[in-house]
């Protein structure tokens, strides 16, 4: 049979908008099931990093997107008495945006939603929740009904119900995934379950330089913390202890004695969007991939707020996906490249969920007495030293003899402003999405007639910041010179979701080619490919 779409993405937060997007932005047709009838419209994350803003401008428009954000510094831990424990080092740059950010998410996801709308090939069902996941060998089949809160008669009767079939299905519906528990995949768990209090404000007016930092409040008599959301907005948290009651803490008598009290603000000076307790987990599904379903964003993995890379990790999700699955949905890649979506981004999550898990533990310290030998430590700059963030170390990366990533291989690319023709701006931006290789000299004058068909057929990127050569580029801000002489090579092959997969001098560009066409399974004579819409 021929399925309905190419992939139905189940669940419809960032990390199903992001993957929807750049499904949609290939070509591919995509269907979308989201329970809830609106976008959520109330911020959830309220941090970004400079590579998950690049994953934005990707999916959507970034400059709307982040309109109402806010570039951060530092990220600080303070005691109860309000020592400085640690500074965590947010400055700089990273993907052609500032390192980290405070930022609105409903911007973010309006910004993406809209893209959306506009691709005739993505179909969004709001309101629909999924209720039952039949796997074929050759495709999916998902029976989708109008979602009722209250699971009312119609809800109950089914009278409703719709079958689609889709080629793969991607569950992002959260961590109470209905897909996941409906293939009966199991989670290990990092026994996590931290209790606090949010609660988001509106500021009638700016609150002064010290709540445009993120701080968490290491107070053993009641961990707290505050950080902005953008320019306008700001969320408070409050440990919820054994011996508090939590259906007090969010009536509006705890939220205006707890601005009072602790930070001496009163209703001229916030105004509460949302007052709820959340409790967070640390838990992995046992697979990411079962036949012709992954799992992505918090259905494949959970994590404590403390490092604010959660929804990150899931746009991280969404986009190595999109990459992978448009390669095997076009025929240019087998399905083996499918298994390698779990082994790369596995690895990178847990560093980042260990990580969060151990500052939890400092932020929800309450033995008073062991409070202050850790204030003491800390002071003393006795600071347990946190791992350096984590790059891909496995996968469809360029790797040496013994499997170890070549240089540079799993991190990040740069991404500068350039110009090239009459338009200037991201590199991104003018020149595209996709696999790219961005060299100080002229790929093709090292590259022969079947790599550079393979890098056609891939669609990929080549670009050169030497004058004069086909796909030349000025360097404006001087990101690529940079790069290159600092780091010694000459080239580089990003893939698309800006991982470098190899660098090198010239004379070893043809060589990663070669070993970038063996390491994504790719199909010679490729089927032919969906029409790319144009941005």
């Avoid at 959830?44 to 590579?51: F, N, P, S, V, Y």
């Avoid at 799992?295 to 994590?303: E, K």
């Avoid at 949905?329 to 990178?348: C, I, K, N, Q, V």
């Avoid at 991982?499 to 560009?509: F, K, N, T, V, W």
Wanted: aromatic content about 8%.
């Amino acid at each position: 049979m021929s399925p309905d779409y190419d992939v139905a993405v189940v669940g419809y937060g960032p990390t199903g908008l992001v993957l929807s997007s750049l499904l949609g932005r290939a070509g591919h047709r995509v269907v979308v099931f989201e329970r809830w009838p609106d976008l959520y419209g109330l911020p959830r994350l309220t941090h970004i990093d400079g590579e998950t803003a690049r994953i934005v401008q990707a999916a959507g428009d970034v400059e709307f997107a982040l309109r109402d954000a806010s570039p951060k510094q530092t990220y600080e831990w303070r005691n109860g008495s309000g020592d400085l424990l640690l500074a965590v080092d947010w400055s700089g740059e990273s993907s052609g945006f500032a390192a980290h950010y405070s930022m609105y998410q409903p911007d973010i996801d309006l910004a993406i939603h809209r893209r959306n709308r506009a691709y005739p090939n993505i179909e969004v069902n709001q309101g629909v929740g999924v209720v039952s996941v039949e796997q074929e060998p050759d495709h999916v089949a998902l029976v989708a009904r109008p979602w009722s809160r209250d699971r009312d008669e119609q809800w109950s009767s089914g009278a409703a119900d719709r079958t689609v079939t889709a080629r793969y299905v991607v569950a992002a519906d959260g961590a109470n995934s209905f897909v996941r528990n409906a293939l009966g995949i199991e989670r290990s768990d990092l026994g996590v379950h931290d209790r606090w209090l949010n609660i988001d404000t509106e500021c009638r007016r700016p609150l002064g330089p010290d709540f445009e930092v993120t701080r968490q409040f290491c107070d053993p008599a009641q961990p707290s913390m505050f950080m902005p959301i953008g320019r306008s907005r700001q969320r408070f948290e409050v440990a919820v202890l054994p011996t508090d009651d939590p259906h007090e803490m969010e009536t509006p008598e705890f939220a205006s004695n707890w601005f009072r009290d602790r930070h001496g603000l009163g209703s001229e000076d916030v105004r509460i969007l949302r007052q709820i307790v959340y409790t967070f987990s640390a838990r992995t599904a046992e697979t990411w991939r079962s036949g012709r379903v992954l799992l992505a964003g918090d259905a494949a993995h959970t994590m404590p707020p403390y490092m604010g890379q959660g929804a990150c990790s899931g746009m991280r999700d969404g986009i190595a996906l999109a990459w992978k699955l448009d390669l095997v949905l076009s025929g240019r890649a087998s399905d083996d490249l499918l298994d390698t979506y779990e082994p790369e981004r596995r690895p990178h999550v847990e560093v980042i969920q260990h990580c969060a898990v151990e500052l939890g533990k400092i932020a929800n310290l309450t033995n008073s007495e062991a409070a202050v030998a850790r204030d003491a430590a800390f002071l003393r700059g006795e600071i347990p030293s946190m791992p350096p963030f984590p790059t891909l170390t496995t996968g469809v990366i360029a790797t040496e003899p013994d499997g170890t990533p070549r240089s540079l291989a799993g991190t990040l690319s740069p991404q500068g402003v350039i110009r090239e023709g009459g338009q200037a701006g991201r590199f991104d931006d003018v020149l595209g999405w996709g696999f790219s290789i961005v060299a100080a000299r002229d790929p093709r004058s090292v590259l022969d007639g079947d790599q550079l068909t393979f890098l056609e057929d891939l669609g990929a990127i080549i670009a050169t910041t030497e004058p004069g050569c086909s796909g030349a580029f000025t360097d404006t801000d001087g990101t690529y010179a940079d790069f290159f002489r600092s780091h010694g090579v000459e080239a580089y092959i990003a893939r698309p979701d800006f991982h470098i997969y190899g660098a090198g001098s010239m004379s070893e560009l043809p060589g990663l080619v070669d070993d970038l066409r063996t390491a994504l399974c790719f199909v010679d004579a490729p089927a032919p490919r969906a029409e790319r819409v144009a941005q």
